[in-house]
């Protein structure tokens, strides 16, 4: 709202959009009133730091009119409206814990910080099997690792594992991990 100070006359006060750089605005030019017209993205380049700035323009009906100008800023909230998605949906280990290496996992968020990373991740801890012979372990923010616990058949196990991130609400993903336990040589390379 605009206030014009030559209260003396009576002037009628007009609004319009200087510089609106993603047309995400509608403005009632009478009432002064800001309507969104598209939701705006929090991943949009056109966003600093977060916020969308605008300049709206006043000018009164005076001969000659003046006018002045005002920054509109709004901030744009990131929301927590995606659940983390395991990057690797199978991987291969040696069927005994002994030779090889754990199996690298790693996740992704479609959400901005702070509503992605870091995740957790953790094997569904309903069926106790899975706990007793498997281990999951968090490394950094994106990653972590998955490990035998104890020597396993060959075959196919496919692991239930929960994924979830550092929002608020948090919110998590069940996926079913594809692990192939092999065989292995000495040097940990599957056969």
């Not at 750089?21 to 002064?32: C, H």
Request: hydrophobic share 40%; proline share 8%.
């Amino acid at each position: 709202m605009a206030i014009d100070p030559d209260s003396g006359l009576a002037q009628d006060i007009r609004y319009s959009l200087v510089s609106d750089p993603a047309n995400w605005l509608l403005l009632d030019s009478q009432t002064g009133k800001i309507w969104t017209t598209y939701t705006m993205d929090p991943k949009s380049p056109f966003l600093q730091g977060g916020w969308y700035t605008a300049l709206i323009r006043a000018t009164d009906n005076a001969l000659p009119p003046l006018s002045g100008t005002g920054t509109l800023s709004v901030e744009v909230v990131e929301l927590n409206d995606h659940a983390p998605l395991l990057q690797q949906l199978s991987v291969e280990l040696c069927s005994d814990p002994r030779l090889g290496r754990g199996a690298l996992l790693s996740a992704t968020d479609e959400d901005l910080p702070p509503q992605a990373h870091p995740f957790h991740f953790q094997l569904d801890e309903s069926s106790r099997v899975w706990t007793l012979n498997w281990s999951v372990s968090d490394l950094n923010g994106t990653h972590a690792m998955l490990e035998l616990l104890s020597e396993v058949e060959p075959g196919l196990y496919p692991l239930p594992l929960l994924v979830s991130d550092s929002g608020d609400p948090p919110l998590a993903q069940l996926h079913v991990l594809n692990v192939t336990a092999c065989q292995c040589d000495s040097v940990g390379i599957c056969s």
